[in-house]
């Protein structure tokens, strides 16, 4: 059974910068992607970036630039780096793990997410 634990939200004035991190526990047969996704308040989830073992980046078009998703396989560990953080980027970040077992089944793991407060 697969475990992600987020660490490294918090409070950031704008303009800051935070990074997040993943540490996955566990083991699962492949891993398809990892990375994350957030939620703001009222609002439904959505994609940030993932990253896949070979290292192949997606962002959602509005956070090129400013955001930079990358892993530590040796660590099982994947990070988020923010900068010029904005008040809406405001939202639970949420790591994901999509993979499959030995079935082959899909499988899709959620962290229980890290709190990010852009505010001065």
């Known amino acids: 059974q697969v475990q992600l634990v987020e660490s490294g939200g918090g409070l950031v004035q704008p303009g800051g910068s935070l990074r997040l991190s993943c540490a996955k526990s566990g083991s699962i047969f492949s891993i398809s992607t990892m990375g994350w996704y957030r939620q703001a308040p009222g609002k439904e989830r959505e994609l940030v970036a993932t990253i896949t073992p070979g290292g192949r980046t997606n962002y959602a078009d509005s956070l090129k630039g400013r955001f930079t998703v990358s892993r530590d396989n040796a660590k099982n560990t994947v990070y988020l780096q923010m900068s010029n953080l904005k008040p809406e980027d405001t939202a639970v970040y949420l790591c994901?793990?999509?993979?499959?077992?030995?079935?082959?089944?899909?499988?899709?793991?959620w962290g229980k997410g890290t709190l990010v407060t852009v505010s001065s």
């Open positions: 994901n793990l999509k993979g499959l077992n030995a079935g082959p089944v899909r499988q899709d793991y």
